[in-house]
């Protein structure tokens, strides 16, 4: 256990749904992040928050949308997403967004779109 | 763009043999740089960060990594591996002043008792 939770770990949704994944954590850090995991890629980061402001977006398709309504909480909403879009969405956090903070990894989503 | 190459993505080999897992990057500036591990149905955690100092930085569970900045290199070892180290390891790498962690596709290491 990180402190760092993410619900749901399993979801399952159409191409025309829309879905939420939700993160949270318990350890006071200031930056958290929604990180790709696909078979046989390298994580992918996604975006990064610091103290509730997007920092980062790794020319992400607009078909997610992340929000950080407050240091703690972290969701990313989902839309007309494609098959591709299946994998692993992890939801890390960490002290600060700089290099010399260790990340803290919650236990993932796993996203099939069918 | 930053990148991390890990080779040898599947490793299979019994206890008690040593372990070495190669990591380069292709930044050539100053970096931050981690050896992650994700044991089977557990979430990623930290196993050593290298940010200055000594080179060889020593991490939990007898691992250690060698920093070799002419070689931009981060290899992970372990004299001696047990079972329980099946997993898969990743190296990432920050570099300074940018946010974003940099990972490569990972080592999965299968430990046969």
């Known amino acids: 256990e990180t402190g760092v939770t993410q619900t749901p770990r399993h979801l399952v949704m159409g191409m025309t749904n829309k879905k939420s994944l939700k993160c949270e954590q318990h350890l006071g850090h200031n930056a958290m992040y929604w990180y790709k995991q696909s078979a046989k890629k390298p994580l992918e980061l996604m975006f990064v928050?610091?103290?509730?402001?997007?920092?980062e977006n790794n020319s992400v398709p607009s078909r997610f949308s992340p929000e950080c309504p407050n240091s703690s909480h972290l969701f990313l909403h989902l839309h007309t997403l494609q098959p591709e879009d299946s994998a692993l969405y992890l939801c890390?956090?960490?002290?600060?967004?700089?290099?010399?903070?260790?990340?803290?990894f919650g236990p993932g989503t796993r996203l099939t779109v069918t | 763009a930053q990148s991390v190459s890990q080779h040898n993505h599947h490793v299979i080999l019994s206890e008690a043999a040593s372990l070495e897992l190669g990591c380069n990057y292709s930044y050539g500036g100053t970096v931050n740089l981690f050896w992650y591990v994700q044991y089977p149905g557990q979430h990623l955690q930290l196993l050593l960060k290298?940010?200055?100092?000594?080179?060889l930085v020593k991490g939990i569970k007898g691992f250690e990594a060698e920093f070799i900045k002419s070689k931009f290199s981060f290899n992970l070892r372990k004299p001696s591996v047990q079972w329980s180290d099946t997993a898969e390891y990743f190296c990432a790498v920050m570099t300074y002043g940018n946010n974003r962690l940099a990972f490569g596709k990972g080592n999965q290491v299968v430990v046969i008792p």
């Open positions: 890390a956090s960490s002290q600060g967004a700089q290099g010399a903070y260790e990340q803290y």
């Open positions: 928050y610091n103290f509730k402001e997007q920092t």
């Open positions: 290298y940010f200055s100092g000594d080179p």
